[in-house]
């Protein structure tokens, strides 16, 4: 299979990789210079790519040989770095197709990486996550779990379930004898330890899946409370529309931003009144909704003005986090009540002109959204996909639902049915069960050329 694994367009260099068995004999027919006693392995060559079928010389690059298993697929890998430029490109990669090779599917290379052994299906999505990221905390957290910080944690926890199971052995081959080495109830006591733990791995599940997909922090207040000069501080350039015209946005807009290292998903909204025309009304209700499922909702309301009662408790109604951020300082009077007058929780004062506080506003989005993330201790494991919170999920419930049988005498050789249930789920995460639409769905998301 081949693939061109840098994005197409104009650039400097374009890397084109093959990966498979007949790797050797696409290289053959396409690369005069080609010999795999003449190339040596993991050292880059000077070579020029021809077409197989009119021998017109299509670029001169560079070229890397990767004898298998010694590779990132565990077959025979070549990467043939060239001129950069979609055409130039695509007309070495057809060059590679016309001599035998077949087009790779999205994720392919890794998928093979995978099946191979060279990865397991958490360093896989690790992979993709690198590729994708777009804050220096979820590159950090891919690169550990691309390192099996992780798998090696999951693999301790299976092992403690198989344990268990070592445990049972004297009370299943032996059943009628008093005296076991370990009596059920250390077991059980054992088990729902064990259960604890796999729940505490799950707790960081919400916050790891926020690391990838970035936490909706939305900007909320009336008409004229500076969210869209606040939006655009943020930001770091002109997003929003800002006028001293009331119900100047009339729709959401949304952008996406590192704050503290965290990823954010930052959301300008209308201004939320009950007057206003059809369009506005309807930009309104888009706010509305995207206030209601926020992480983090910004309640701005401009220093020296009183915080309306009806929006606060509208939005304490939603039951959403919300920071109350104090907005156009650089206008307000010092000696002025801000929006925190009467309230248990002081706002912050920012202005858009200055900058003033909104450095301190990047930290507190990033500590409440990521609050878990950031007490944790360094070394921590996160969970960061759905599929491994669901699956460290069903350990948890199984290892409980363990400990609950043996209480309640349920014997040993039936109770043992919910470990093995629990080792099953930890081994689907790391992929030792392989489980073709699981397959399917980490790989299909992937890029073609990774």
Known sequence: MAALATAPGSAAIAVVRISGPDTARVLAATIPEWGED????????????????????????LLTWFPGPASYTGEHVAEFSGHGGALLARRVEEAFLAAGARAAEPGEFTRRAYLNGKLDLVQAEAVDDLIRGRSPRLQREALRQLDRHLSRRLAELRSEVVDLE???????????????PVSAEVVARR????????????????????????????????????????????????????????????????????????????????????EGGEVERLGIEVARRFVGGADLVL????????????????????????????????????????????DEEPALRVSAVSGEGLDRLRVQVARRCFAGLGSAPADAPVLTRA?????????????????????????????????????????????????????????????VGK
């Open 191 to 274: 088990a729902r330890s064990l259960a604890d733990r796999l729940e505490r791995l799950g707790a960081t599940a919400p916050e790891g899946e926020r690391l990838r997909t970035g936490a909706l922090v939305v900007l909320a207040g009336r008409p004229n409370a500076g969210k869209s000069s606040l939006y655009n501080a943020l930001v770091g350039e002109e997003r929003a529309l800002v006028t001293a015209v009331a119900g100047t946005t009339r729709d959401a807009l949304e952008v996406e931003v590192s704050m503290d290292g965290y990823p954010v998903r930052l959301v300008d909204t209308a201004g939320i009144r009950d």
């Open 387 to 447: 599929r491994q919170a669901r699956a460290v999920a069903r350990a948890a419930v199984e290892v409980r639902a363990f400990a609950a049988a043996l209480d309640e005498g349920v014997p040993a050789e039936f109770a043992a049915a919910h470990l093995r249930s629990a080792e099953t789920a930890l081994e689907e995460v790391v992929g030792l069960v392989e489980v073709d639409d699981v397959l399917d769905r980490v790989f299909r998301t992937f890029c």
């Open 166 to 180: 070592a445990l049972l052995a004297h009370h299943i081959d032996f059943p009628d004898e008093d005296e076991p």
């Open 38 to 61: 003449r190339l040596a392995p993991r050292v880059v060559h000077l070579v020029r790519v021809v077409h197989p079928e009119t021998s017109e010389v299509l670029d001169r690059g």
């Open 299 to 342: 309640h701005c309301v401009p220093v020296g003005s009183e915080v309306p009662v009806d929006e606060a408790d509208w939005l304490e109604g939603l039951g959403v986090p919300v920071l109350r951020v104090g907005t156009m300082s650089d206008l307000a009077d010092d000696a002025g009540a801000g929006p925190e007058a009467g």
